[in-house]
């Protein structure tokens, strides 16, 4: 299935597996590679070290193109930067938007460079910048997420940029593809429908706890780090929500700790990285502080395997994902009934 999106990338289908913290890895996006998808390394939660190996585990597993997702505000992004140019890899996806600068030495070197946005005025700033496409989530998605849904945010987007748009939040078939291409976009990114994959690594246990859950089992919640967080409703989670602010800061102080030990990061680069974040604008101090919840609260669960322990970002799909498919078989079905569904219509 050609679209603008396989053209800039070099993948078969206009499928993307979104770089989710401790879930994926070389595994998951060396399957989704290999099935014709973009699947794209979460690197937030990898050292530079743990980094290099991952890319070179992926390069081991699959000649396909793949992406690594990157912090732009991260002490050491100028190090990853070039850590990819000097891997060839093939696509550079953000959270948070990258600077001009950094975005011209990305394509400067064939990379490229697809942001992930929650609004109209941001694809625009981004495509302004130089962006070659980007990742538009609506608030059904998982982990951060906006308050618009993907059936305004979308079309939104595509009515002020002429880059290619994919289009995330809410996604897990053919149908929802089809539909995305109907409005225009040039592709799909799913996080929580790939997560529940055999080559996911994330523990059964916890793949079990999402399976079990309907369709109104997820809540944005600000007590995880400061910003809206679609999870799971857990018992942690109306912990969370019942909890104080100095409470909530207090833990937040203790995550920074673990989670500076699991990284080797030192807590000047920590700093660093806070005042970043602070100088971006999105956040307060108390929010800067609380943003060290969300790596050490998400690996309790996805890597400790103990679902009621820790935070479980997931989509609104959910509710009504009920199988574990391999990667392959998944992205095949979904391209098969999108192609399905677009001839029909044409046929009308």
């Not at 550079?92 to 990305?106: G, T, V, W």
């Not at 070659?132 to 998982?142: F, K, N, P, S």
């Not at 002020?160 to 995305?180: K, N, Q, S």
């Not at 793949?207 to 409703?233: E, F, I, N, Q, S």
Request: proline share 4%; glycine share 14%.
């Amino acid at each position: 299935m050609k679209t603008a999106l396989t053209e800039l990338t070099g993948i078969r289908h206009p499928v993307v597996q979104t770089g989710m913290g401790w879930v994926a890895g070389p595994r998951l996006v060396s399957a989704t590679a290999e099935g014709g998808g973009l699947g794209i390394l979460a690197s937030a939660t990898m050292t530079y070290e743990e980094l290099a190996t991952a890319i070179k585990e992926t390069k081991l597993r699959t000649a396909k193109p793949f992406g690594v997702n990157l912090r732009a505000d991260a002490g050491d992004a100028g190090r990853r930067v070039d850590l990819l140019i000097a891997e060839g890899v093939k696509v550079a996806s953000f959270a948070l938007a990258p600077k001009p600068d950094m975005i011209a030495k990305l394509k400067d070197h064939g990379i490229v460079v697809v942001p992930s946005v929650g609004a109209a005025r941001h694809a625009e700033k981004v495509a302004g910048w130089g962006a070659d496409a980007v990742i538009v989530q609506g608030g059904e998605g998982g982990g951060h997420t906006g308050g618009v849904a993907t059936t305004l945010l979308l079309p939104s987007v595509l009515d002020v940029v002429d880059i290619p748009v994919v289009a995330a939040g809410g996604f897990y078939d053919g149908r929802g593809l089809a539909a995305a291409l109907a409005y225009g976009a040039a592709g799909v990114a799913m996080g929580t429908r790939f997560l529940l994959t055999r080559e996911s690594t994330v523990p059964d246990a916890v793949k079990r706890a999402y399976l079990a859950r309907g369709l109104g089992d997820t809540v944005v919640t600000r007590k995880v780090d400061g910003l809206p967080h679609r999870v799971l409703r857990t018992g942690l989670v109306d912990a969370l929500e019942r909890s104080g602010r100095l409470t909530g800061l207090a833990r937040a102080v203790g995550n920074a700790a673990r989670f500076r030990r699991i990284t080797g990061l030192t807590w000047r680069s920590m700093v660093r990285e806070g005042v970043a974040m602070k100088r971006g604008g999105d956040r307060d101090w108390a929010q800067v502080l609380m943003a060290a919840n969300t790596p050490m609260l998400l690996r309790a669960g996805l890597v400790g395997g103990d679902p009621d322990a820790g935070v479980l970002a997931s989509g609104q799909v959910v509710g009504l994902l009920e199988d574990l498919p391999a990667v392959a078989g998944l992205i095949e079905r979904i391209v098969a009934d999108a192609e399905r569904i677009l001839r029909r219509l044409g046929e009308r």
